[in-house]
DNA sequence: TGTTAAGTGTTGCAATTGCAACATACTATA
DNA sequence: TATAGTATGTTGCAATTGCAACACTTAACA
């Protein structure tokens, strides 16, 4: 799994960090973090913690936007986040880098191998993340809760090669990402569990199709 | 706008395509993508064109997944897409360029200034991308057609800064983006019409509110 | 310019969903 | 282990949506 400072020295990450002037901010756990640094021209490199960006609906309900842990790189991408009403909220202990992304393009000493490999570094990393929202959106378009959570059960599935799957998170938090009503979901999975095609122990969910 | 060979001489261009054992590949207006090109572990580049990747749902809609065009940059990021029933199609005649992954991480050359500028832009293409996939995902959690369509029209006229939006597409192609069904959308924004919240004259939209 | 295909508007109806309200189960911790 | 807080399960009901069917309009092009 590359991360932002993979195959760079200790010694050449320092000096990078200190020529691309790169803050560093500590957040504890289940403070919020102020929009002006999420939704700046910056790139933010998630060296340790959690994250959560949430969207406050005027009805009380959320809906998960992104989540950002460990070696996640998030910038411009998500400064459409301007114009709505959200929350980013450190779930844990979180410690950020942000650098503005002016000073990664425009730097001067490009020919810096260690520079080259950063680079080269965050376009693995937005590469494989560009998976995630491809995967989310698959999901998302589906019509109905039903063939959300059968996309979901499948893309997992295939994922893994197992037909069980372990929810990462609650029902509460799968309702957010398939972004529908939390009781809707679960009267759903009761008739997918009446009618044959899953079986569900706790977190656990088993796939009786195919 | 950034495409991935800016900054590099047409003749270092050459030279680095020939490094990276690049394939330059050809699709006349409407034919299909083979699969194995799409999802394969390869860097695509649109050097020219337009690809639609469409997802046949067992009903016979469709929903759009993706849209490829001129610049953009596709690769491992769509890998998922193996699992799915989908078709890949040009839909003017379009030139890719395709280049392996592995190649471009292992490239031996890596202090050739020409390599470090390609996978700089390949960074900040990504980089761009990642704000229509989120801006997708922010619209497509809305919950319902009618805040599926405000959210639309917010988004849409805060990056224009004007209250007139002008679809870039068909009513078709607009359920399909915001994966819902093309009458009961016609319906909602009757609905929106007769409420004062819209006017619409063909593709143009104007907003009436706030 | 006539013909055909594609896009748009409309509506009844059944299916699905959100919402609200409440019951029950689980979990953390004092 | 008692208790509070959170998560999950359940259900009636109203609102929303998908679906199907058809009419009408616009665009493409022979």
Chains 1, 2 share one sequence.
Do not use: H
């Amino acid at each position: 799994m590359t991360n932002p400072f993979t195959d760079i020295t200790e010694k050449n990450k320092q000096k990078l960090l200190r020529l691309l002037d790169a803050d560093i901010l500590n957040f504890n756990e289940n403070t919020n973090i102020p929009k002006s640094i999420i939704d700046n021209n910056s790139i933010g490199i998630v060296v340790e913690g959690y994250i959560q960006i949430i969207r406050i609906n005027y009805n009380g309900t959320n809906a998960l936007i992104e989540e950002l842990q460990d070696n996640d790189v998030f910038g411009s991408s998500i400064s459409y986040l301007k114009s709505s009403d959200y929350i980013a909220t450190a779930k844990e202990n979180t410690k950020l880098i942000l650098i503005d992304l002016n000073s990664i393009i425009n730097f001067k000493e490009n020919s810096k191998s260690y520079y080259n490999q950063f680079i080269k570094n965050l376009f693995l990393i937005l590469n494989e993340k560009m998976q995630d929202k491809n995967r989310r959106i698959q999901i998302l378009t589906r019509r109905t809760i039903r063939n959300k959570l059968l996309e979901y059960f499948n893309l997992t599935s295939k994922g893994t090669g197992s037909k069980n799957i372990y929810l990462p998170f609650s029902f509460i938090a799968l309702a957010d990402y398939l972004a529908v009503d939390r009781s809707a979901l679960s009267r759903e999975i009761k008739y997918l569990k009446e009618e044959g095609f899953i079986d569900v122990k706790g977190k656990r969910i088993t796939l009786l199709y195919k």
